[in-house]
Every structure is written in C-alpha cells, then in structure tokens.
C-alpha cells in the first residue's frame, strides 16, 4: 500500500488545532497553577522553617509515590465530589453543597450495611446505590428551588451542607444499630458489606476507585457525545438561547442538581464502605458536627481540573498525592496543616492562571506577528534597492 503523501500534514494540522483548543489551554493554565502554587509553598515553608524546607518539600512533591495505594484510595472520595462540582458547573450551576450530599450519602449506606437485611453476594452493591440515592434528595431539593423558583443554588446547596450534617447526626445517634455509644461512633461495617480490595499490601485502595475512574469517564462521553450533555453545556452557555430553541431548561436543571447530588452522595458511600487495613474494623462517622471536608476539597479539584471529566481525574489524584506527601513532611517539623497551604495556593493560582496563560499566548502571537511583518517589510526593501 502506498503511502499517503498528505499524511504529514494532516499530522501537522491536527497539531495545530489541538494546541488552539480551550482544552490544551486549559492543560497549561492549570500546570502554571500548579508550578505556580508549589513555588510560593515551598517559600512558605522556607519562612516557616528555614532549615527543613528542602526535605519538606521534597516529601510534598514526592512523597505520594511512595504510597501510591493509598493516593488513589484518597483520591476517590474527591474525585466523586469533584464531578458532583464539576458536572452542574457545565449547567452553569455552582454546586457547594457537595459535602451535605456526600455526608447524606454515607448515612443511607450506613443504614443499609447495619441496618438491613441482604444476600451477601449483592449487600455493597445496594449500599452503594444507596448512597447515591440519598445524595440525589440532597441535589434534587436546591434544583427545584433553582428551576421553579429561581432560588439562587449557592444558597440553598450551602445551606443543605448544614442540614444534612446534623440530620444525619441525630439520626445516627438515636439509632442504637447504627451507635456505638462506648466509641462515640458508628459500629463497624461486616466484611461482607465492604468494598473488594484490590489487594495492594499496606494500603485500602479498593475497587471504589475504579468505579470511581469508570463514572467519570461515562461523565465525559455523557456530556461529549450524547444529545442530553449537549444539552445541559447549551444551557449552561445561554439559558435563554437554549429555551428558544426548544431546550427545557427547567427540567435540566432539576437533573443537573439530582445527578450532581447522586455523584458526591456515591462518594460518601465509597469512602465509608472502604475496607480496612486493621483486621475486624472498618470506616466509622463519628456525628461530631462538623461539615465533612471532602465536599470542599471537591471545589478544589474541580476548578483545578477545569470542571472537565477527566481533568478531575487527574486533579484529584495530584491533590490527593501531595497531601499524602504532605502527612510525611511531619518527620521533619511541619504540622500537617502546611499542605493545606500549599494546596490553598496552588487552587487561588488556577482561579487566574487562565487569564495569565491567554495573556501569555497574546503576547507571544502579537510578538511572532510583528516579527514576521518586519521580515516581510525587509524583504521588501531589500527587493527595491536590488531593482
């Protein structure tokens, strides 16, 4: 078979329409986030203390590699609530009530792995769906507000953060199959309602993170390749544009939050359903009242990964690799909470390194094309003296 002479530049084209895309931009935008962030960490630990800031930020940057099982198993319960972010993001929606969805999440597989009755074989599995579906009554609620009475959902998704938080801790509390009043938290889960482990030694990675990894993958082909995601992106460009065009805005906004809800709501049952490294115990919640920190963290991945499906993937895991770097950085004086520093920066850099990297690339274009009009108007001179 001949070869096709124009394959080179069909290379070459599909090159130079890549690096043109808002996805390549946005590859780059969050790299100088990310460089960005962990230079101005490492001088923060430079001020803190000077003499250990080296090997500090050396378990930062490459500590997580060292344990890579326990990367991803951290990785997981932010990944969920980064989609839950991310994906009502694409509707123009700013879903902050991630953490109430995922605690919601966690309770009703709670409920299900103590309190019911199942076939073993299939018991993680309704647990799980459980948990999606208490996350999707927590989505569902701010939706309606949002589509039927134009309730901002800021508001109401935050304030869903605190009523889901101390429903599920008076709940929890007033159940004695659910209590261990001596611990102060929930009774260990049966093995038999955990999550397989994928049997990395010395870690809790688990078959959640696949799962994981599967849903946002199915968010992207979701929102990339079928009519309803393109639907939900055409609304959340122009809500008014997609109505005239026959689009139920309404509708989808109440599926976006329900959807969004389910995402961070499996979260919360992937992380509690967890196995455990300690022989005979389990993940426990212990009603403390306190807002559960994943959903937050879920904002964080999802601005760095852009609200895209896959990026979150990524942002996740590299959040979740830094903070298990950052845990070591204590073995030469840093408290734990310098990660979360570290990780602060690195996310109020992304909130404009898009603007900084756009900027950069104007100014390289401006200078590239000044440059060749100056090549071009010597040239031309050049010809004129010649005649």
């Not at 647990?127 to 996350?135: I, Y």
């Amino acid at each position: 078979m001949a070869p096709n002479k124009n394959q080179p530049l069909d290379f070459n084209r599909r090159i130079k329409e890549l690096t043109k895309s808002k996805g390549w931009a946005s590859f780059w935008a969050a790299i100088m986030a990310v460089a960005l962030g962990l230079v101005f960490g490492f001088l923060v630990m430079l001020v803190a203390r000077p003499n250990s800031a080296i090997a500090g930020f050396r378990f930062v940057a490459l500590g997580g590699f060292s344990r890579i099982g326990n990367v991803f198993y951290f990785a997981t319960p932010i990944l969920m609530t980064g989609l839950a972010v991310g994906f009502a993001f694409k509707m123009g929606l700013f879903n902050i009530g991630a953490s109430g969805q995922y605690t919601m999440g966690m309770f009703f597989a709670i409920y299900v792995a103590l309190a019911m009755d199942i076939p073993n074989s299939v018991h993680w599995v309704v647990a799980l769906a459980a948990g999606m579906l208490g996350g999707m009554i927590f989505g569902f609620i701010p939706g309606v507000f949002k589509a039927m009475l134009n309730v901002n959902e800021v508001i109401t998704s935050i304030m869903f953060n605190y009523i889901g938080m101390y429903l599920v801790d008076m709940w929890i509390q007033s159940n004695a199959l659910l209590y261990n009043s001596a611990m102060t938290r929930t009774r260990y889960i049966p093995s038999n309602v955990q999550i397989p482990s994928l049997g990395i030694e010395g870690s809790n990675v688990n078959y959640g993170s696949v799962i994981a990894i599967a849903i946002a993958i199915l968010i992207y082909i979701v929102l990339q390749k079928t009519t309803f995601g393109y639907e939900l992106k055409a609304t959340g460009f122009n809500k008014h544009a997609s109505e005239y065009a026959g689009m139920k805005g309404k509708r989808n906004i109440i599926l976006t939050m329900t959807i969004a809800g389910g995402l961070a709501g499996l979260g919360g049952a992937l992380a509690i359903l967890a196995p455990s490294a300690i022989a005979g115990s389990s993940m426990t919640y212990e009603p403390i009242n306190i807002i559960a920190t994943a959903g937050f963290n879920g904002i964080a991945v999802a601005l760095l990964g852009n609200a895209h499906p896959i990026g979150i993937i990524f942002s996740a895991t590299f959040i979740s690799h830094i903070q298990r770097g950052g845990t070591l950085a204590s073995l030469v004086g840093y408290k734990p909470e310098i990660i979360d520093v570290v990780i602060a920066i690195i996310i109020y850099f992304s909130a404009f390194a898009m603007i900084m990297n756009n900027a950069l690339g104007s100014f390289i274009k401006n200078k590239l094309r000044k440059n060749k009009e100056k090549d071009q108007s010597n040239s031309v001179s050049t010809e004129e003296v010649a005649e």
